[in-house]
């Protein structure tokens, strides 16, 4: 069976430090990979996501960047974190096609002091 | 423009209240899909059905119910018999297919916190 690993589960860093969240996926091949933020406010931000090796797509401009260096890891990074990057991080990952559901990591908590 | 609206943002019921979470959605596709994802206190997101755009069976799964409706928009669903479990905040989402479709990318409503007291 498939599974998602994303580590670490908590972390607080200070201001203009830098990032780096690890997402890996096991028991599947050529999976599509996403990263969202979710806000105080509950909302779910698409981040990035990517459909192969080495593709990345941005949904949206910001101090964050995501690679894929391997089939089945999703990386997250920023060279200097800001206060506005606290949040909840999730990866996830879908096979390819509209109707796959996708499949959630237990996420991280990301603090900036 | 695609669009999923939970209008409700937080209900609060008794144990063993039925209770139904609303989901409106908005798209120009004619393939599409949506999802209900459950997401508890610890933070990750649960997949719980998946419905077709073609397919307007309701589906019933123990104590949950799903009602697809495409002539008002509409993916409602219903929690039977609450339970304290049943406390999460539950998100409705859209996929579309065609040109969206390769990359599943979900278009999510802003969730509905439901709390069930015992």
């Known amino acids: 069976s498939q599974t998602i690993h994303q580590w670490p589960a908590t972390l607080v860093q200070p201001v203009g430090s830098p990032l780096s969240l690890e997402c890996t996926v096991e028991g599947t091949s050529n999976p599509n990979l996403y990263w969202y933020r979710q806000a105080a406010g509950r909302g779910l931000q698409l981040l990035f996501y990517s459909v192969g090796i080495g593709q990345i797509s941005s949904e949206v401009p910001q101090n964050l960047s995501a690679s894929r260096p391997q089939d089945r890891q999703f990386i997250l990074s920023s060279k200097k974190l800001l206060l506005s990057d606290s949040g909840f991080y999730l990866c996830?990952?879908?096979?390819?096609?509209?109707?796959?559901?996708?499949?959630f990591g237990d996420g991280t908590r990301l603090s900036i002091l | 423009a695609q669009k999923v609206t939970q209008a409700q943002t937080e209900i609060s019921v008794v144990e063993k209240e039925d209770v139904t979470l609303d989901c409106v959605y908005e798209t120009r596709d004619t393939t599409y899909y949506l999802f209900w994802y459950k997401q508890p206190p610890s933070g990750e997101l649960v997949f719980l059905i998946r419905r077709n755009s073609f397919d307007e069976q309701n589906e019933i799964s123990g104590r949950y119910s799903w009602n697809f409706q495409k002539s008002t928009s509409s993916f409602n669903f219903t929690i039977t018999a609450s339970q304290v479990v049943d406390s999460a905040v539950y998100f409705c989402?859209?996929?579309?297919?065609?040109?969206?479709?390769?990359?599943?990318?979900?278009?999510f409503g802003t969730g509905t916190l439901l709390a069930v007291q015992p």
């Open positions: 989402a859209l996929s579309e297919g065609g040109y969206g479709g390769a990359t599943n990318k979900l278009i």
């Open positions: 996830a990952w879908a096979k390819g096609g509209g109707n796959q559901p996708q499949h």
